[in-house]
């Protein structure tokens, strides 16, 4: 199983960006979805959750800004982020709580993309 995060680049304070994480490999299904990140020098923080019922859930500093949501069919979690701020600058990893077609569950990771807010 495999998490493949695209989308972040450089963008001005106030701006926009979507990322994308599609997840590949051999999925039977695909439960809670999520996005988290990690500031230079700081812990890996969560940012926005969506279950497979697309109940969702938002870290307080982002609440308002940015939106998450998943499409089922592509296996995507996306997460549109709004009125950016510098502090959002870190990377964003994706996640998601897999069961595979061998009936194993795991956690996978996407490879991270780097966020980066100028002021």
């Known amino acids: 199983v495999q998490l493949q995060a695209s989308g972040g680049g450089l963008v001005q304070a106030g701006g926009s960006l979507r990322l994308s994480c599609a997840a590949s490999g051999s999925i039977s299904t695909i439960y809670g979805m999520g996005w988290y990140r990690q500031a230079p020098g700081k812990q890996r923080e969560l940012v926005a959750t969506i279950t497979s019922g697309d109940s969702t859930n938002y870290a307080d500093f982002v609440k308002g800004r940015f939106t998450i949501s998943r499409d089922n069919a592509k296996k995507t979690v996306y997460l549109h982020m709004s009125s950016l701020k510098p502090e959002d600058t870190a990377v964003y990893y994706c996640?998601?709580?897999?069961?595979?077609?061998?009936?194993?569950?795991?956690?996978?990771w996407g490879q991270g993309t780097l966020v980066t807010v100028s002021s």
């Open positions: 996640n998601a709580g897999v069961r595979t077609t061998v009936l194993t569950y795991l956690s996978a």
